[in-house]
């Protein structure tokens, strides 16, 4: 195994707070329900992992951002002493929520807590579109009202939108409304079919040739430099600015969270256990949340040992490892192709992504 050591930094942690959630998303992550959340951990539990995330961090030259995530993670009772439990142990809190249970009351305890930002996930720029994938009618308009409650308690914001057939037509939609919103960046979200999402593969997954065709739009978008935009899940946007010659724009304002840089600087697209991680709410840590690759659990080894030793973990982040067109491939270092996908279509989470439609010319590695 190769030693990768402290060199390797780890930037972003995503814990499922909880499994309990208000929704029942089409294409969400999760597989089991709300029926597992007495295995969530414990406060004691979570603190623990807190401060684990924590000791890790103080040997690395940033420390960490730590996403509370779900679920839904306002589903959790003691959520709001946790949040400055991180703060205090100088991690950058953010959030990530559906949006639909934030009040007037909840934004202010979010604001008070020290959360830098949070995420509003948005499906679609209209009540169809959004409910008809989150599965709950009335869902967009609480969404709304919920960030209209960010937004007075003046709490930095951001739209997830997780992009399939169904609205892909609405992307300069979303991108506008969140503009007419007041969020500080908008991140598009690739879907992965794994969980609940792997009922979306057959008839919401874009094609190759569509992700391409949409990764060149969200590119022209953020080159207006109005709003951050970012691509998730979608490591060949990293390829395809490259290889149109293209460049993105920032705002000057904004605020960007530490450790979520937009692409105005070099970048690597497959992030899953080279600067993220994900903890599940047993304490189960994967590669992200969207390859159920089991590298350890919180409970029973420390975070920083799973981190620097894992076996999984230290061959995801070998380029020269890669299968297929993905092996070859002369953008493999700033790409690297979903591991996500290619894990849900082939078993092989080094296998070549298999939602890419770029043809790399055939060479030997020893001569890229």
Same mark, same amino acid.
């Given at each position: 195994?190769?030693?990768h050591g402290p060199k390797q930094m780890l930037r972003l942690l995503f814990w499922e707070s909880t499994i309990r959630c208000n929704l029942t998303c089409a294409h969400c992550?999760?597989?089991?329900?709300d029926d597992t959340a007495h295995r969530d951990l414990s406060t004691e539990q979570a603190k623990d992992l807190i401060e684990q995330l924590a000791e890790l961090g103080r040997g690395q030259p940033m420390m960490p951002v730590l996403v509370f995530s779900g679920g839904e993670p306002l589903c959790r009772d003691d959520l709001f002493e946790l949040i400055p439990f991180a703060k205090s142990l100088r991690l950058t809190p953010a959030l990530?929520?559906? =949006?639909? !249970?934030?009040?007037?009351?909840?934004?202010? $305890?979010?604001?008070?807590s020290g959360v830098a930002r949070v995420s509003?996930?948005?499906?679609g720029a209209t009540a169809e579109v959004h409910d008809r994938l989150r599965q709950l009618a009335g869902s967009f308009e609480r969404a709304i009202e919920?960030? =209209?409650? !960010?937004?007075?308690?003046?709490?930095?914001? $951001?739209?997830?939108?997780?992009?399939?057939?169904?609205?892909?037509?609405q992307l300069e939609d979303i991108y506008e409304l969140a503009k007419s919103l007041g969020a500080i960046a908008v991140h598009i979200f690739m879907l992965v079919p794994v969980g609940c999402g792997q009922s979306l593969a057959e008839t919401d997954m874009l094609s190759p040739q569509e992700y391409e065709k949409k990764l060149l739009e969200i590119s022209a978008l953020d080159n207006r430099g109005e709003i951050q935009m970012k691509v998730t899940c979608g490591p060949h946007y990293e390829r395809v600015i490259r290889q149109k010659g293209l460049h993105t724009s920032r705002p000057k304002t904004g605020g960007a969270v530490p450790g979520r840089g937009g692409h105005g600087k070099a970048s690597k697209g497959c992030l899953a256990g080279l600067g993220v991680l994900f903890v599940g709410h047993q304490g189960v840590v994967f590669p992200c949340g969207y390859l159920p690759v089991h590298c350890g659990n919180v409970l029973e080894q420390k975070l920083s040992d799973i981190w620097y030793k894992s076996e999984d973990l230290a061959r995801m982040r070998d380029?020269?490892?890669l299968e297929g067109k993905c092996g070859v491939c002369g953008y493999r270092q700033v790409c690297g192709g979903c591991r996500g996908r290619a894990y849900a279509a082939t078993g092989n989470y080094m296998a070549e992504e298999p939602f890419c439609a770029y043809?790399?010319?055939?060479?030997?590695?020893?001569?890229?």
């Open positions: 195994m190769k030693d992550r999760r597989v089991e329900s990530a929520t559906n =949006g639909t !249970l934030i009040d007037s009351t909840i934004a202010e $305890q979010v604001r008070d509003v996930s948005l499906d919920g960030i =209209g409650h !960010l937004r007075e308690a003046k709490v930095p914001f $951001q739209i997830n939108m997780t992009l399939t057939k169904h609205n892909a037509g380029t020269d490892a043809v790399p010319e055939r060479k030997s590695k020893s001569k890229m």
